[in-house]
């Protein structure tokens, strides 16, 4: 039971300074004074972000929007950046990446969660995870914001895909944005568009923005080239699978239309083709584990594969959550192709391949 509201924990970040002080320099351990704050309330930590479940509603058939209400550590977020979200299951900590949806003065948050066929955290977030329940949150990150100037704007996702532009989308009209707006969104089916009565309401308040869906399993419809081409806009924002994603980026080029263009995939974007390399070595240091290895997977699933488990997020290079320090050796970004060889330098497990024997800081 919470001994003081919310509102007031949030407001304590500052106050707890000190305590802070103390554990940067050895004199008072994180941990312990971590579990005396959550006795005052529940979310209340020196450091570490913890969120309350305020509510919970299916915005899509498989898609539930969460409102969280957050301590005082959660700073500097926006609407259209990601969050990883931590859920403890049988004992193992998992993690996972959302989209922030709102983000609110008061600290509430809303990610917007898809269900996943097989998928252990969507499924389990959805199914199980009640009002009233208090989550574990890491940083937010994410370069995604609405353009500067006043020109039109083409808003085109697939699937949940949708998320990082709704939030944006939403805090743009709020603050009185009057150019053109075009929504362009892909899904299979009917029921899967995500925040339809919402998006309704925006458009008929604001009659600047335009909505289209395109129902690729029940009619067969896809967004393409002739849909993109008569809609409006100076800067393109786009979010959905890798091949979605490459196919806008494409047509934005050969359109020639000027402007931004802001792209994010949500799956693993295409690493560059090579040819199998011989056996090489893999060197962990603070695992002391040397290691067979090759220079065709990235380095963050050789290290699971032999039994480590590094810290990971979105799998992609976005997050930074894998970023190790590289102690020698050659890596190549699995992206660009592009080799890094400095000693000391950060690279991200992620999208980095070894070029030759490696030793790195895990």
């Known amino acids: 039971m919470a001994l003081i509201p919310l509102s ?5 970040r500052r106050p707890l300074q000190p305590l802070r002080h103390l554990c940067g320099n050895g004199w008072l351990r994180e941990a312990d004074a971590d579990f005396f704050l959550r006795l005052i309330h ?31 550590n959660a700073l500097g977020w926006r609407a259209g950046q990601h969050v990883q979200l931590h859920l403890q299951q049988d ?17 509430r948050i809303e990610l917007a969660i898809k269900r996943q066929p097989g998928g ?14 208090v989550l574990e949150l890491a940083p937010a990150f994410g370069e995604l914001k609405w353009p500067d100037d ?52 925006l458009a008929a308040r604001h009659r600047n923005l335009h909505l289209r869906w395109a129902l690729s399993a029940e009619n067969g419809e896809r967004i393409n080239a002739t849909d993109l081409a008569q809609a ?30 802001q792209l994010e995939s949500f799956t693993p974007l295409r690493a560059l083709t090579v040819r199998a390399a011989d056996e090489l070595r893999l060197g962990f240091a603070r695992s002391h584990q040397q290691v067979a290895g090759n220079g065709v997977q990235s380095l963050l699933q050789q290290a699971e594969d ?44 992620c999208v980095s391949a070894p070029h030759g024997d490696v030793e790195i800081d895990l």
Do not use: K
Request: proline fraction near 5%; aromatic fraction near 4%.
């Open 120 to 133: 252990r955290m969507s499924n389990a977030l959805l199914d199980q995870v009640a009002v009233g329940q």
């Open 150 to 201: 006043e020109r039109a704007v083409m808003l085109v996702a697939a699937g949940s895909g949708i998320t990082p532009l709704l939030g944006l989308l939403r805090d743009a009209l709020a603050r009185g944005f009057s150019a053109p707006v075009t929504l362009l969104h892909q899904v299979r089916w009917q029921a899967q568009r995500a925040f339809v009565e919402e998006l309704q309401a």
């Open 232 to 261: 409006p806009g100076a800067h393109l924002l786009g979010c959905g699978p890798q091949g979605f994603v490459e196919q806008l980026r494409q047509w934005w080029l050969a359109a020639e239309r000027g402007g931004s263009l």
């Open 8 to 12: 007031l924990a949030r407001r304590l």
């Open 306 to 349: 032999h039994g480590l488990r590094p810290a990971h997020g979105c799998r992609q290079g976005i997050c930074a959550s894998c970023t190790c320090t590289l102690l020698a050796g050659t890596v190549r970004d699995l992206r660009s192709g592009e080799l890094f060889a400095e000693p000391g330098q950060p690279i991200r497990l």
């Open 42 to 72: 529940p979310v209340l930590r020196l450091n570490r972000i913890q969120a309350r479940v305020e509510a919970r509603r299916w915005v899509a058939e498989d898609m539930l929007a969460l409102t969280l209400s957050c301590n005082g």
């Open 91 to 107: 004992g193992v900590r998992h993690a996972r990446s959302y989209s922030l949806t709102a983000v609110q003065p008061d600290g």
